[in-house]
């Protein structure tokens, strides 16, 4: 029986219109759902990294890595397991101004799981937690009863415990676009 595992997949790319949908198309033509997707600039200037967690077996996984590589705006994608990467999600919380000041319990609330207020209003404060996926979800849990007014977690962000020799690639690659 092929295993189920949980992967992060990191693209390193061009920043050029239509290669989202090229690379989300790549995923719905192989029923795969997608569990998280964070994009960002990478260490080298005009370089995207794109961030895709996954559930799936390693060869699913290999087979997809290949066909994205296959698009003409892909400089490389790799794959890696949870146990290769450090990896944080961040989550925002916005809660009613009076609970802040008329519930203790909230107070402690914020500090037991190590968040942090970011902004105060009269109407409104947001609480800002980075952590793994079930350390937000259940700061999610304890400020529900309190009337979590929004609520909205990133994508994964991650990296590498050991190199991806992907600098080099990416060095090469920016040193060819400024010739």
């Known amino acids: 029986m092929t295993e189920i595992t949980r992967y992060t997949i990191s693209i390193y790319s061009e920043n050029n219109i239509g290669l989202l949908n090229r690379i989300s198309a790549i995923f719905l033509k192989r029923h795969i759902n997608v569990l998280s997707f964070s994009t ?3 260490e080298i200037p005009g370089v995207f990294r794109f961030v895709i ?6 060869s699913g996984v ?12 892909v400089i490389k994608a790799f ?13 925002l919380y916005k809660v009613k101004s009076s609970y802040l000041f ?9 500090k037991d799981s190590h968040a942090n207020i970011v902004t105060v209003s009269p109407e409104f404060f947001v609480i800002e937690k980075t952590g793994f996926r079930h350390e937000t979800e259940k ?13 909205v977690r990133s994508g994964r962000i991650s990296v590498t415990k050991s190199p991806m020799g992907i600098s080099e690639i ?3 690659f ?3 676009n400024n010739d």
């Open 102 to 110: 008329e519930e203790r319990q909230i107070q402690n609330i914020i």
């Open 40 to 42: 960002s600039q990478s």
């Open 170 to 172: 990416l060095n090469n």
């Open 174 to 176: 920016n040193n060819q």
């Open 139 to 151: 700061l999610r849990e304890d400020l529900a009863p309190y009337g979590l007014l929004q609520f």
């Open 53 to 58: 967690v996954v559930k799936m077996t390693e």
């Open 62 to 73: 290999k087979k997809i890595v290949q066909q994205i590589e296959k698009q003409v705006d």
């Open 79 to 91: 794959y890696h397991t949870d146990e290769e990467t450090i990896f944080q999600e961040s989550a």
